[in-house]
């Protein structure tokens, strides 16, 4: 099987971040059997060169970008391309979603892009690049052929997020990670998305990714990450960086309680509107 290597560009920032959408594809990898390394160019303040020799054994490159990281991720791609002419080299993240067409004909050293939400995708992608398969029946891609842009139809949503395993921190330099305010009362510090989509339409997010329909992981399946990241790593503080973790507020409610019934001795920070939340809520949560 194919050797992976996924990598996360460095960005200008005091408070690097985990990159949960890489750490998902990296689980999912791992569960499929493949060999993954995860290289964080941002945590560790790599520059695009520093990134070519260790990635040396790699059969496939992965990289992750929102906008304010793009220039960087084909910053890295290119010395990759240089150094590996023949390396597929692989992107996904926000910007690519929203941008395909633009980031292919800007970027020639990118050969594929996955849109939206990735861990089916990439499990379809990687034996078609293996076997040079044609890529025609794979939703949710965009690449060339024949010199032009393509871009196959997007992927379903429908995901079980249940089922997916737990974000693969052991491949990142989790202590490394430092939480912007509010956020930081405790370290280590770990984040974590525990459910997807969003109804509102604000202009400034980058919500297509996920999609308008809100899914969300049942309240077991919350906590029993939770509690596993606690248990491997000594996390004493989670942040839910989902995009509205309060709008099933009856989820809410069991979550919090599943963390006292589990005696889990954390402090814990969630992302959501304020029309989202009441003093009950916030009450109860506190």
């Not at 330099?173 to 984040?191: D, T, V």
């Not at 990241?229 to 989902?242: M, P, R, T």
Request: include cysteine; charge should be neutral; charged fraction near 25%.
């Amino acid at each position: 099987m194919l050797k992976v290597a996924l990598v996360n560009p460095t960005q200008s920032t005091q408070y690097p971040q985990p990159p949960m959408g890489l750490a998902s594809i990296a689980a999912v990898l791992e569960r499929e059997g493949y060999q993954v390394t995860m290289l964080e160019a941002n945590a560790l303040k790599l520059q695009p060169e520093d990134v070519v020799p260790l990635v040396s054994d790699a059969d496939v490159i992965g990289l992750t970008a929102m906008t304010p990281t793009i220039n960087a991720a084909i910053a890295i791609a290119h010395h990759l391309k240089k150094a590996y002419p023949d390396l597929p080299i692989v992107l996904g993240g926000a910007h690519a979603t929203l941008l395909p067409e633009e980031t292919l004909v800007t970027a020639p050293e990118i050969d594929l892009l996955v849109r939206g939400e990735g861990e089916e995708t990439i499990i379809e992608l990687l034996p078609a690049l293996e076997y040079k398969k044609p890529l025609d029946n794979i939703p949710g891609i965009s690449y060339r052929k024949d010199g032009e842009v393509v871009s196959n139809p997007a992927r379903s949503r429908n995901i079980d997020l249940d089922s997916l395993p737990f974000l693969a921190y052991h491949l990142l330099p989790w202590r490394r990670y430092k939480p912007h305010p509010p956020h930081g009362r405790s370290l280590p510090f770990a984040a974590i998305i525990t459910s997807r989509g969003c109804p509102y339409r604000c202009s400034y997010c980058s919500k297509p990714i996920f999609g308008n329909k809100f899914r969300g992981q049942s309240p077991e399946r919350v906590v029993e990450e939770v509690a596993y990241h606690k248990s491997k790593f000594g996390i004493k503080e989670f942040a839910f960086y989902d995009d509205v973790f309060t709008l099933n507020k009856k989820r809410a409610y069991t979550i919090a309680d599943e963390i006292v019934k589990r005696g889990l001795k954390i402090h814990w920070t969630c992302e959501t509107r304020v029309n989202l939340v009441d003093k009950e809520l916030l009450r109860h949560i506190k």
